[in-house]
C-alpha cells in the first residue's frame, strides 16, 4: 500500500521530451521520481533495487534486475509489447506487470495503412524518379491495382482490427492468420481466418501485428518466405523479432518477395550488417520505430503508465495488467 514521501519510482527510460506529468503525479502524493536514463543490466539492478515501481522502455527487465528489486510492487511499460520483460520472474517475486494495450491503436494501424499504400504504388521509386531530369515511366516497378487484392493480418487484436476495416474499405480483401481470435469475431470484421500456410500463400500483402514470445520469434524466416508469393511484401509495425531478417534481405535480393516496409527491426539498436543492409534496400521502405508517435499517443501514454504504477501502489488493479499475482 502506498507509504507517502517513502516511494520511490523509476523510469528506467524514456525518449519523451520530458517526464514532469510522471514526476508531478508522483510527487503530488509525497513520493520520488527518479529517471535513469539507462539500459545496462548492472545499472538497473542498482537503480530499482529499493523501487516501489518501475516504469521502462527499451530496457531489459531481467530475471537478474528483477531478482534485485527489494520492494518493487510492479513494472509498466511505456507501449504494447512486454517482450523486454522476464514476466515469469516478476510473477514469481509477485510483482505485478502492466503495459499500455491502447494509446496508439489509431496512430500504428495508420502508419501500416500508409506502408501498405507505399508499396502498392511504389512511392519511393515514383519519387526518385521525380527528381531525375526525364520521367521516363518504363524505369517504373510494376503497379497493380489494390481493389481485389489480398490483405493477409499475421496476429489481429486492436490494431490488426482497425487495419482490417481500413483496408477493406479499399476493396481489398481480407485474411487473418491469429489462433486467439474466434471465427465469429474474425467474421463480423468481415475477414476470412485461416491457417498461416494458406496466408502465406494467399496473400498480396502480409501485415503483423502479433505478440514477440517463443511462438512468433522468427515466425517469418526461410521457410515463411518460400511460401509466399513473388509479388507479395511484408509490412512490420509489431516487433522486429517477428522477421528473421537475415532470411527477409535473401528473399528479397533472390526476388522470392517483392517487398517489405519496416517500422521495427530486430537490429534496430545495434549497428549491425543486416540493419545497413535493408535500411538502404531498393525494395525496402524503413521508418524509425515512429508508427506509434503522434502527440496525442505520447501524452496519453505517459499518463496512462503512471497512473498504473500509482493505482497499484494504493492497492488497485492496474487496467493493464498482464500478469496474475497475490497481492
Known sequence: MWHGGNVKVVITDHRFPDVEQERRAVEALGGKLVVAQTIDEQQLASVCADADGVITARAAITKGVIAAMERCRIIVRYGIGVDTIDIAAATERG???????????????????????????????????AREERWAIAKMPPLHRLRGQVCGLAGCGKIGSLLAGKVSQLGMRVVVYDPYLSESRCREMGAEPVSLDTLLASADFISLHAPLNDRTHHLFGESAFAKMKNNASIINTARGGLIDEAALLAALNSGKIFGAALDVLESETSVMPVRSALVNHPKVIVTAHTAWVSEEARATLQARAISQVLACLKGETPYGLINSVTK
Request: aromatic share 2%.
Open 95 to 129: 510483482i505485478m506487470v502492466a503495459n499500455v494495450p491502447d494509446y496508439c491503436i489509431d496512430e500504428v494501424s495508420d502508419h501500416a495503412l500508409a506502408l501498405l499504400l507505399m508499396l502498392s504504388r511504389q512511392i519511393i521509386p515514383a519519387i526518385s524518379l
